[in-house]
């Protein structure tokens, strides 16, 4: 059997809006609620839906309902599930029609698409508990896989997963970038394990064949421009001489965000799925399917952390300035004084300052990873993202000084 493993992460963030010195201490709304501003996180979802969500939803239920050996597997944040309640809940219909079906697995993470892991244990934990338990609550589905945020991955998170990650939350294995420094020789259509792991195991994102789609399908100026199915299948049948695995791991607004509904990119997805599909031996299986069809074929070590993204596949889009350093090590900083005030209001708007997009719009790269993050971001520089979400750090302290009196005096 030739086998693939199609995985989409769903997300979106809670923006920080154009929050000033002058609203510290006076508007504790950092949220914004301008529709037509820069920064409206109902405007952007409500776009992103239009143009990715609901079509290609449409594309996998139809799938779904002609193809019985059509699987997918998606990992969506809370954050992105509280904004779909909000602005447009049948989305949110539509998910939990597709895991009934028992063809669309849901993957675990953090709740709030954060790099919790790096700065304290117990929230990461914490997160990864309060997002299972919604997946369980809205879908009636136990997440059996995990993703840390960004394909973020280490051999001490791999030590993590095969102990708490096995025993606390059932996680029988992870999701990472097949980074070619670090498997060598080594296909990423296998499954490997971490160093002395008994438990889990790992499933290895194939980065060419899905940043073919993901980010290089549209690129006139790439050699292989026009991406046709018949070249991709032909592609797809060669890789599949280094394993019989092939994990395309993508972001889901590859699917009509990054790449525009004109280019395509909808009529390629539904061709690739019947065309790879004709062929008897060939099947889709979910990420816990595919973590089963065959022993580990080695351990992978990974010493430094490794993600999927920039050219450098490490941590420096979310933490390689002072501007990022000082943000994430003063919010977590807040951490256990936060928790202490028993404030829901102010837990929540802390834990959304967690989500990872703030430092990544702090970042000050050039060339072609500056770009993508200037592309993303909805300030005009790295420094407004910094001041603005240091401004929201200013007023949660005031918050927590406020909170402190008010208990003192009681």
Same mark, same amino acid.
């Given at each position: 059997m030739?086998?693939?493993?199609?995985?989409?992460?769903?997300?979106?963030?809670?923006?920080?809006? &154009? @929050?000033?010195?002058?609203?510290? +201490?006076?508007?504790? $709304?950092?949220?914004?609620t301008? *529709?037509?501003?820069?920064?409206?996180?109902?405007?952007?979802?409500?776009?992103?839906?239009?143009?990715?969500?609901?079509?290609?939803?449409?594309?996998?239920?139809?799938?779904?309902?002609?193809?019985?050996?059509?699987?997918?597997s998606?990992?969506?944040?809370?954050?992105?599930?509280?904004?779909?309640?909000?602005?447009?809940?049948?989305?949110?219909?539509?998910?939990?029609?597709?895991?009934?079906?028992?063809?669309?697995?849901?993957?675990?993470?953090?709740?709030y698409?954060?790099?919790?892991?790096?700065?304290?244990?117990?929230?990461?934990?914490?997160q990864?508990?309060?997002?299972?338990?919604?997946?369980?609550?809205?879908?009636?589905?136990?997440?059996?896989?995990?993703?840390?945020?960004?394909? &973020? @991955?280490?051999?001490?998170?791999? +030590?993590?997963?095969? $102990?708490?990650?096995?025993?606390? *939350?059932?996680?029988r294995?992870?999701?990472?970038?097949?980074?070619?420094?670090?498997?060598?020789?080594?296909?990423?259509?296998?499954?490997?394990?971490?160093?002395g792991?008994?438990?889990?195991?790992?499933?290895?994102?194939?980065?060419?064949?899905?940043?073919?789609?993901?980010?290089?399908?549209?690129?006139?100026?790439?050699?292989?421009?026009?991406?046709?199915?018949?070249?991709?299948?032909?592609?797809?049948?060669?890789?599949?001489?280094?394993?019989?695995?092939?994990?395309?791991?993508?972001?889901?607004?590859?699917?009509?965000?990054?790449?525009w509904?004109?280019?395509?990119?909808?009529e390629?997805?539904?061709?690739?799925?019947?065309?790879?599909?004709?062929?008897?031996?060939?099947?889709?299986?979910?990420?816990?399917?595919?973590?089963?069809?065959?022993?580990?074929?080695?351990?992978?070590?990974?010493?430094?952390?490794?993600t999927?993204?920039?050219?450098?596949?490490?941590?420096?889009?979310?933490?390689g300035?002072?501007?990022?350093?000082?943000?994430?090590?003063?919010?977590?900083?807040?951490?256990?004084?936060?928790?202490?005030?028993?404030?829901?209001?102010?837990?929540?708007?802390?834990?959304?300052?967690?989500?990872?997009?703030?430092?990544?719009?702090?970042?000050?790269?050039?060339?072609?990873?500056?770009?993508?993050?200037?592309?993303?971001?909805?300030?005009?520089?790295?420094y407004?993202?910094?001041?603005?979400?240091?401004?929201?750090?200013?007023?949660?302290?005031?918050?927590?000084?406020?909170?402190?009196?008010?208990?003192?005096?009681?």
């Amino acid at each position: 059997m030739r086998a693939i493993c199609l995985y989409l992460h769903v997300h979106q963030p809670y923006r920080v809006r &154009a @929050y000033s010195i002058f609203n510290v +201490a006076r508007d504790h $709304n950092y949220w914004n609620t301008d *529709f037509y501003s820069k920064q409206s996180n109902e405007r952007i979802f409500k776009k992103v839906a239009e143009k990715s969500y609901h079509p290609m939803f449409d594309l996998i239920e139809g799938n779904i309902k002609r193809f019985p050996d059509f699987k997918v597997s998606m990992s969506i944040t809370g954050t992105w599930l509280e904004q779909a309640e909000e602005w447009d809940p049948s989305l949110i219909e539509q998910v939990r029609r597709m895991v009934a079906t028992g063809q669309v697995e849901i993957i675990g993470e953090t709740y709030y698409h954060s790099l919790a892991f790096f700065h304290n244990r117990e929230e990461f934990e914490s997160q990864v508990a309060r997002h299972q338990s919604r997946i369980q609550e809205l879908f009636g589905f136990k997440t059996r896989v995990f993703r840390d945020t960004e394909f &973020a @991955y280490n051999d001490e998170l791999g +030590a993590w997963l095969d $102990n708490e990650g096995f025993n606390k *939350f059932g996680f029988r294995g992870m999701l990472t970038e097949g980074w070619d420094k670090v498997l060598g020789w080594r296909s990423p259509n296998h499954v490997y394990r971490a160093p002395g792991a008994v438990n889990t195991r790992l499933l290895l994102k194939n980065y060419r064949l899905s940043d073919d789609i993901a980010f290089r399908f549209s690129d006139r100026g790439w050699k292989e421009w026009p991406l046709t199915v018949d070249k991709y299948q032909n592609w797809l049948d060669m890789d599949c001489l280094r394993g019989n695995l092939i994990n395309l791991f993508m972001d889901f607004e590859t699917f009509g965000e990054n790449q525009w509904a004109d280019t395509g990119i909808f009529e390629f997805m539904n061709c690739l799925i019947e065309r790879w599909l004709s062929v008897y031996e060939n099947k889709f299986v979910t990420c816990s399917e595919a973590l089963e069809l065959e022993e580990p074929a080695d351990e992978v070590s990974m010493p430094q952390t490794v993600t999927w993204a920039d050219t450098e596949r490490d941590l420096s889009a979310w933490a390689g300035n002072s501007m990022q350093e000082e943000a994430e090590n003063i919010l977590y900083g807040m951490r256990s004084e936060i928790l202490e005030t028993g404030d829901q209001r102010l837990i929540e708007d802390w834990r959304r300052l967690t989500t990872s997009d703030h430092p990544y719009y702090m970042c000050t790269k050039y060339w072609n990873d500056g770009d993508v993050h200037a592309y993303f971001s909805p300030y005009d520089s790295p420094y407004d993202a910094f001041m603005y979400f240091m401004n929201a750090i200013r007023d949660l302290q005031y918050r927590l000084l406020n909170d402190k009196k008010k208990r003192n005096l009681s």
